[in-house]
């Protein structure tokens, strides 16, 4: 069943919106979007609507196997990037990268 909205933490959001964060780490439930699809983004605390993105590439990626390029994607260093995956999704290996571009914002 494909997803019909995403959430991020705030924490995320004007990373998001500069442009600086064009990926993220999901589990495999939340990893049913396909490229071309445009989504409504709202933050995961309340719910807020604060942009629409597309949907331009889905792909397994292993924790294990992330490197600098995913943390540079994600606006951070690896070992924080690690840090924070593994905060989110303690001790799961099977991610999906979902890369995206916001088209419209609040
Ligand atoms: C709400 C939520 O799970 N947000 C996440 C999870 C992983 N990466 C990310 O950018 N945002």
Known sequence: MLLTKITF????????????????????????????????????????????IHIIDVVPILFSDLSDQHAKQENMSLSELRRVINEIYPG????????????REK
């Open 9 to 52: 933490f705030e924490r995320f959001e004007h990373d998001i919106l500069s442009g600086t964060k064009t990926i993220t780490l999901r589990d495999e439930t939340e990893s049913h979007v396909i490229a071309g699809q445009t989504l409504p983004v709202s933050t995961f605390e309340t719910d807020r609507w604060f942009c629409d």
């Open 92 to 103: 799961l290996e099977q991610l999906f990268q979902i890369q995206f571009c916001v088209v």
